[in-house]
């Protein structure tokens, strides 16, 4: 079933995206990637299903009067939370493990973004995977926390939840869910470090910066928060950092010219706006901001222009706050052993990026990082294969990869007397 729905997600892919545009405003070409990306997780895990596989377990008794093994487990009913940013991959990465380890799930997606939900949902019908086995619960959002997430939090008969979003929102459906001692997945919010060191390929971490900056507008949780670059080629890395930039083009994600569409919420622009400001007052330089035409601008959507802030310091509000925008915030340092320490020195551990040539520098950083995820000279790190997740604050469990099926399973041991 999960196989023919990967089929019909492929067969439908044009009109997937075309709900993900017009839903979260991420331009057309971004959506079908989002598309690809998603079903991409259904493909892999209904793979998965087929290696849910136990162990025999030598016995410990001396006249080997035992037999011990363990099955894999279905965990139950599972509450699946999902945000607006990837109305699709989000869902299919929490729904496919799900489906895959035997469980009944009800995806509660975000308010911004129900209808792509509600597409997957027809589709997964139409594939044979009954209405019982996967429901879409809607909520605006008022009633996602106070009702939905309440009502699923206290249900015994739920034994799961994986939750993707705020680190404010996740600790609260933590605390719920501890009365009934659920199983819990959180991926929560980043303030990812990118680091250039003085022996990188310059034009390489560029592109790996607007990459892992402008994508859906910097509206994502891997998304690049901080930026350090090795005094030495400071200059450098931001004269070509804004030359790039001049290229991007601000406007309906449906236009085929378009590389950055609106942010999700007038709020999202007001609060980004707050953060620029905030940061320029305490000492930091506009350095760049691209111009949103007046056609663009007039159409009232909620456009942000693609900024960048050099002298950046570390209390600074661009660097204490997940921007979620497209804002480059860039600040200089001279040893390893302090950009290791200043890019540690936050709460929040989800994805760190950095660019170097030396080999030996490529293990002690990525090494001592605190992060879940690291990229070494690239960005572009999230696929079905690899374990996606955080430490300290941005969350616990890995979703993807032969991990994420185990957040959906539970080992039960058995042991037979001969
Ligand atoms: P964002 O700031 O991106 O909207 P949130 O963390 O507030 O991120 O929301 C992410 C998802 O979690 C959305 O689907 C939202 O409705 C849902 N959500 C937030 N808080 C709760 C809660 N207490 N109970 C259930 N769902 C929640």
Same mark, same amino acid.
């Given at each position: 079933?999960?196989t ?26 971004? +959506?079908? #990637? ?22 025999t377990?030598?016995s ?10 363990t ?24 729904i ?13 997606? +975000?308010?911004e ?5 509600? *597409? ?7 594939? #044979? ?30 034994r ?7 680190? #404010? ?19 929560l ?10 022996? *990188? ?5 560029v592109?790996?910066?607007?990459g ?5 507008a ?6 690049i928060n ?28 449906f ?11 007038p ?13 320029? *007052? ?16 007039e ?56 660019y ?52 959906f399973?539970?080992?039960?041991y ?5």
């Amino acid at each position: 079933m999960l196989t023919r729905w990967y089929t019909r997600i492929i067969e439908n892919s044009d009109d997937l995206a075309a709900i993900a545009t017009l839903e979260a405003g991420k331009p057309l070409r971004e +959506a079908k #990637g989002e598309v690809l990306y998603a079903a991409s997780f259904i493909q892999f895990f209904a793979h998965e299903a087929l290696r849910s596989t136990g162990d025999t377990i030598p016995s410990p008794h001396p006249q080997n009067k035992t037999r011990l093994w363990t099955v894999k487990q279905p965990v139950g009913p599972c509450a699946l939370i999902t945000p607006w940013n990837f109305p699709l991959a989000m869902a299919t990465r929490k729904i496919g493990p799900a489906l895959a380890a035997g469980n009944s799930c009800i995806l509660k997606p +975000a308010p911004e973004t129900p209808l792509s939900a509600l *597409a997957l949902k027809l589709l997964a019908n139409d594939a #044979g995977i009954p209405n019982e086995a996967f429901q879409v619960l809607t909520a605006d959002r008022e009633n996602a926390k106070d009702i939905v997430g309440k009502e699923l939090m206290a249900d015994m008969r739920i034994r799961k939840v994986s939750f993707t979003g705020s680190t #404010g929102a996740g600790i609260a459906l933590m605390e719920q869910a501890a009365k009934t001692v659920k199983r819990a997945s959180m991926e929560l919010g980043g303030n990812a470090p990118l680091i250039v060191f003085n022996d *990188a390929d310059i034009d390489k971490a560029v592109e790996g910066c607007v990459g892992a900056k402008f994508r859906n507008a910097g509206q994502v949780c891997i998304a690049i928060n901080r930026v350090f670059v090795q005094s030495s080629v400071h200059d450098t890395f931001v004269n070509k950092l804004v030359a790039r930039m001049k290229s991007l083009r601000i406007g309906n994600g449906f236009d085929s010219n378009t590389t950055i569409g609106p942010l999700i919420t007038p709020l999202a622009v007001e609060r980004v706006q707050s953060i620029v400001n905030a940061t320029i *007052a305490v000492g930091a330089q506009l350095t760049f901001q691209s111009t949103i035409s007046d056609a663009v601008r007039e159409s009232g959507g909620n456009f942000f222009p693609p900024t960048v802030l050099t002298n950046v310091t570390d209390s600074m509000p661009v660097f204490q706050s997940e921007i979620f925008g497209p804002v480059v915030a860039i600040s200089k340092f001279e040893t390893e052993e302090e950009v290791l320490s200043r890019a540690n020195n936050t709460p929040y551990g989800l994805a760190g990026y950095v660019y170097t040539r030396d080999v030996s520098r490529v293990h002690r950083v990525s090494e001592a990082l605190e992060v879940g995820m690291v990229g070494v000279n690239e960005t572009a790190i999230s696929n079905e294969l690899g374990p996606f997740g955080g430490v300290k604050l941005s969350g616990v469990g890995r979703e993807g990869s032969k991990d994420g099926i185990e957040e959906f399973l539970e080992t039960k041991y058995v042991s037979l007397g001969l």
